[in-house]
């Protein structure tokens, strides 16, 4: 069964951090449609005001965030102790799990293009220890064949195996490049979650010309093809549906309200971390709680 198109996102202008402008393409908006993927925010701009205030130190609970970037660079730090700088073609998938503290501050560029995304984990693995992983350029699998480039951040193609291997849900998440007139198609389960965000050019789904900056989120089907129209890059993502309970507050995802006022009241009392050992940052022990 050939997958059509359920619905094209165009995402909304947004600020996030201290003042990074953004397209937050998926939100809480669209959990129910998009499980296991939570949040998408992409980043595209020329201007470094747009993007220099970073997001400084941060808590996150519960969720996995994968970031990938086109252009610019971006330095991390956390309270694992883990500091480095995602470059170009480069990636960061970190494990928030029980409790992280982060921040991921921008460095002025010619051009920020780039995406990150929330990865839900499963109710019974939220409080799993944090952990990071960081992928350069050289390292990315990639598979080519002529006029098709696909960059494996995670999952499986062309008999490829991406670098990330996760421990709690396994999507696909790809970085596309395309020729004109090309295509990308693959087999995927039924009842999976597809969707894809246009950087650049255009795609032919069925009978719909896609432009760029919009996301497609596909309708159910074990068979899924586009076609570019124009030189184009997309991401893709594919993922197994969790079909839990979401309780979403700020930068923690939850399956109830109850645990996100736990989470909140241990950020206020200096107890949110759970790792035995915490380096390089200062605990925050006040946060607001959104509820």
Known sequence: MKRGIQEIRRGFDGMDGAGVKLVRVLSQATINKLDPFLMLDVFDSDNYLDYIAGFPMHPHRGIETITYLISGAIEHQDSLGNRGTILPGG?????????????????????????QLWLNMPQKDKMQPPAYREVNEDQMPVYTQ??????????????????????????????VELAAGSSFSKQLPHDDTAFLFIFRGALQAGETLVEKKNGVLFTPGTDLEVTASEPALFMYIEGPKLDE???????????????????????????????????????????????
């Open 91 to 115: 990636t960061q998938w970190m494990t928030a799990g029980s409790g992280i503290m982060h921040q991921e501050m921008p460095l002025k560029s010619e051009a920020m293009i780039g995406f």
């Open 146 to 175: 002529p006029g098709m480039t696909v960059r494996l951040i995670s999952g499986e193609f062309g008999g490829v195996q991406g670098e990330v291997r996760p421990d709690y849900v396994s999507p696909q998440i790809y970085f």
């Open 245 to 291: 309970p979401v309780a979403w507050g700020g930068p923690i995802v939850m399956n109830t309200k109850e645990e996100l006022n736990e989470a909140f009241a241990e950020l206020r009392s200096g107890t949110f971390l759970k790792t035995s050992e915490v380096r390089g940052v200062e605990t925050l022990n006040k946060y607001p709680n959104p509820f």
